[in-house]
């Protein structure tokens, strides 16, 4: 592909260059769990300071995953037209402001706005990220690097719950979206210097909006791009759901501190972690939809264990061994769910058909996470009906919508 004069086009990466482009990315995609994880365990305290209930400060949750879902669907598209480093920046510095703001809300109803914006915000760097790879890798090769930015970015879930929780010690949870706000402009240096744009004019997207919608309804009227998307989503929103009720159910229910909340959560994006690095090498010698099948079965097998734990009332010694499996798998299935959608797909396609991976992820995550807290911060039911059900949709939708699909790799 040729470059423009005013452009310099990201090629094939040596180790070090990969490396490099992995550190930048995968910062870049750790804004969904730093703009989650890191305010989780203050979430009780949040609701006592601003004098909510749970379900409406789960709303601050909501509110933020559905920015990041509506907001990768304008980023994608305007990727695909503009190139990627332009949009992305914008992006980052909005979600540095955005975060500043969300630090001196007055009340749990602007938060909850300050929260869209944020989210919104923050998604041009997610989506574009995963164009990017596209960009410049397909198929396993994709599905490698995509584990590879998951030792990246899983640095933020591991880090971000431990760092809310000992800074809640020393401030209160408005200190924590000013350290957010801090790490944001840090995310636009290191995107500024160290990212160039890997989407020559020649490759570009010219049709405007209609073309657009024209790739987004051809995207969705593809069974096996769905069925991925879908299967990613579903599982992912799991996780979210997790993400929405254990603070409550870990310090409310079980009695556990903000710190000890906080190293629980670690070590359950540590499992995420392995797991990413595992398929990543396992890449090549496993075929991708394999090792996708068994990070939807160990997903579904943490859900009915953990609905069992609660129903039985087996307390912490039966919910996290569920929990575990449950966020571990998603080391499993996001890398090799979002390399087999992507697969095969032109690069002026890429930032349309990861926005609509990102859109299943963060609506369906939306939605549920404040139905975790129906019944109140005291029952952990509605938490394991929630992600059992999620694991079990995944499984089926995977089961169903791709079957026949016989991808190389």
């Keep these: 592909m040729a470059a423009t004069a005013n452009e310099t086009i990201e090629v094939t990466p040596a180790h070090a260059g990969r490396l490099r482009l992995a550190l930048v990315l995968g910062a870049l995609s750790a804004i969904g769990p730093l703009s989650i994880d890191m305010y989780l365990p203050a979430l009780p305290k949040l609701t006592h300071d601003l004098s909510a209930g749970a379900s409406l400060v789960q709303l601050t949750l909501t509110a933020c995953l559905v ?24 992006g980052v510095v909005l979600y540095t402001v955005a975060s500043l703001l969300c630090a001196v809300a007055p009340s749990v109803p602007m938060l909850i706005a300050l929260r869209l914006v944020q989210g919104a915000a923050g998604a041009a760097a997610i989506v574009i990220a995963r164009a990017i790879v596209r960009d410049l890798y397909d198929g396993p090769e994709a599905a490698r690097f995509f584990s590879l930015l998951m ?160 129903g039985t009332g087996l307390g912490l010694p039966g919910v996290l061994p569920a929990l575990f499996l449950v966020v571990s798998a998603i080391g499993l299935i996001t890398p090799n769910a979002t390399a087999l959608a992507l697969t095969g797909r032109p690069p002026a396609m890429a930032g349309s058909a990861s926005a609509l991976l990102g859109l299943a992820q963060f609506v369906i995550g939306g939605v549920a996470a404040p139905l975790v807290g129906v019944a109140g911060s005291h029952t952990a039911v509605p938490m394991g009906v929630v992600i059992a059900a999620l694991t079990a949709a995944a499984l089926l939708a995977y089961l169903v919508l791709t079957r026949g699909h016989r991808p190389i790799g």
Excluded: K
């Design 151 to 310: 030792l990246v970015n899983g640095v933020a879930p591991i880090a971000a719950p431990v760092i809310g929780g000992q800074l809640l010690r020393l401030t209160s949870w408005r200190g924590v979206f000013v350290l957010i706000a801090v790490l944001g402009a840090l995310m636009v240096a290191a995107a500024g210097t160290g990212l160039r744009e890997t989407l020559p004019s020649g490759a570009r997207h010219t049709g405007g909006l209609g073309s657009a919608l024209r790739t987004f309804a051809g995207l969705c009227a593809d069974r096996v791009f769905v069925g991925y998307a879908l299967s990613g989503g579903l599982a992912f929103a799991a996780m979210f759901a997790y993400i929405s009720g254990s603070p409550f159910v870990v310090q409310d229910i079980y009695g556990l501190s903000p710190q000890a909340y906080s190293l629980i959560f670690a070590v359950n994006a540590l499992g995420i972690v392995a797991a990413g690095q595992v398929s990543g090498r396992l890449v090549g010698r496993v075929p991708l939809r394999t090792l996708l099948t068994a990070g939807l079965c160990v997903s579904l097998a943490g859900g009915v264990a953990l609905a069992v734990a609660i």
């Design 67 to 90: 920015g990041l879902a509506v907001g990768q669907v304008v980023a994608g598209p305007v990727s695909d037209t503009w190139g990627r480093r332009r949009p992305l920046l914008v």
